[in-house]
């Protein structure tokens, strides 16, 4: 069954420190992983999309790995701001059938001062 | 960047209303768009996917004859709720798949749907 599951569910730091955020899925055959950031109440904005070719993706104080022997990714992020305060969803393209995308749960991250 | 947007950002109705929610590709075309929804705390899920000028496929489970999903032109999509309930109060997202962007899907900021 194709599944996305991302721990942890939740998660609370303090502003300025890194933070890593994990998925791990089952879908097969993919071709590509994302991470999105949500704020509440808004749509998912992509915060990076990898190929199964790419290992590491960046943008800004966001990193995302993907390893696809594993089937794992993580998105890594530094230097934590309020503003990061957000759900974290990981999504991976189901490639077997009109590209259709399989979402993980999100974790809730909140960064307080 | 590609953008969506939805309308209205949100809306309460009287039960046994309807109300429709747009979706539109401002600055691409999409024949294909996608309705989400979303419950509080819980991820994303896929209603049905919405091509232009063909029936939309629902996802099993979603009643197609209360979800009425209407695909008329390459940059808008409309979702209407009919005879809604309570039940049916939730986030509703849309996204729209960009044929020139290798199959890019961009998210709109959702419509909030309160049933009273």
């Known amino acids: 069954k194709n599944q996305v599951e991302q721990s942890p569910q939740s998660l609370i730091i303090l502003e300025g420190k890194n933070c890593t955020l994990q998925?791990?899925?089952?879908?097969?055959?993919?071709?590509?992983l994302r991470w999105y950031k949500q704020d509440t109440g808004r749509g998912p904005v992509s915060l990076t999309i990898?190929?199964?070719?790419?290992n590491t993706k960046s943008n800004g104080r966001y990193t995302a790995t993907l390893d696809a022997d594993t089937k794992q990714s993580s998105l890594h992020i530094t230097a934590s701001q309020l503003s990061d305060s957000a759900s974290y969803i990981c999504?991976?393209?189901?490639?077997?059938?009109?590209?259709?995308?399989?979402f993980g749960a999100g974790t809730r991250l909140a960064v307080h001062p | 960047g590609a953008v969506v947007s939805q309308h209205p950002s949100w809306v309460i109705c009287k039960s046994g209303t309807s109300v429709k929610i747009e979706c539109r590709s401002l600055?691409?075309?999409?024949?294909?768009m996608f309705w989400y929804r979303q419950f509080p705390k819980q991820s994303l899920m896929l209603m049905a996917t919405?091509?232009?000028?063909?029936?939309?496929?629902?996802e099993q489970g979603v009643e197609k004859d209360k979800f009425l999903i209407n695909h008329a032109s390459l940059t808008l999509s409309t979702l209407t709720v009919t005879s809604a309930h309570p039940e049916d109060s939730s986030f509703y997202i849309c996204?729209?798949?960009?044929?020139?962007?290798?199959?890019?899907?961009?998210f709109g900021p959702g419509t909030r749907l309160t049933v009273t």
């Open positions: 996204s729209a798949r960009d044929l020139d962007s290798s199959y890019e899907q961009y």
């Open positions: 998925c791990n899925y089952t879908v097969s055959p993919f071709s590509n």
């Open positions: 990898m190929t199964f070719s790419e």
């Open positions: 999504v991976v393209t189901f490639s077997g059938g009109y590209n259709k995308l399989i």
């Open positions: 600055d691409f075309q999409a024949t294909t």
């Open positions: 919405s091509n232009e000028g063909s029936k939309a496929t629902y």
